[in-house]
């Protein structure tokens, strides 16, 4: 298993990756995993963790801004690549980074 940031991770198989939130369970306190998407290649993996985690940002009991929302965005991109180039081998991060240079950046 992957661990992508915070309680995200992802599991590989052979048909591709299943993205998953590291939970409690309420009834037993024991670790679970909540699928949250099946996914064709990592980068696909990276945008179904920002989403989920915007969603719960966006969920959360404060209200905020679009401005944040988009801010908050942009923050977990930066940790993901962060922490992609800590951890990679300089072949896969490079892809990546390549990859991910070329999306537009949200705001």
């Known amino acids: 298993m992957l661990h992508i940031i915070d309680d995200y991770y992802v599991k590989g198989d052979t048909l591709g ?17 909540s699928t949250l998407g099946y996914c064709t ?18 969920n959360g009991e404060e209200l905020i801004e679009l ?11 930066r940790r993901i690549d962060e922490a992609i180039k800590e951890s990679w081998s300089d072949k896969y991060r490079d892809e990546w980074l390549s990859e991910s ?7």
């Open 41 to 58: 290649s990592l980068a696909e993996c990276i945008d179904i963790v920002i989403k989920d985690s915007t969603q719960e940002k966006i």
């Open 17 to 33: 990756y299943t993205v998953m939130r590291q939970k409690e369970s309420k009834k037993t306190g024991d670790t679970i995993y």
């Open 67 to 77: 401005v944040e929302a988009l801010k908050f965005i942009k923050c977990q991109r």
């Open 101 to 107: 240079m070329n999306k537009p950046e949200e705001n």
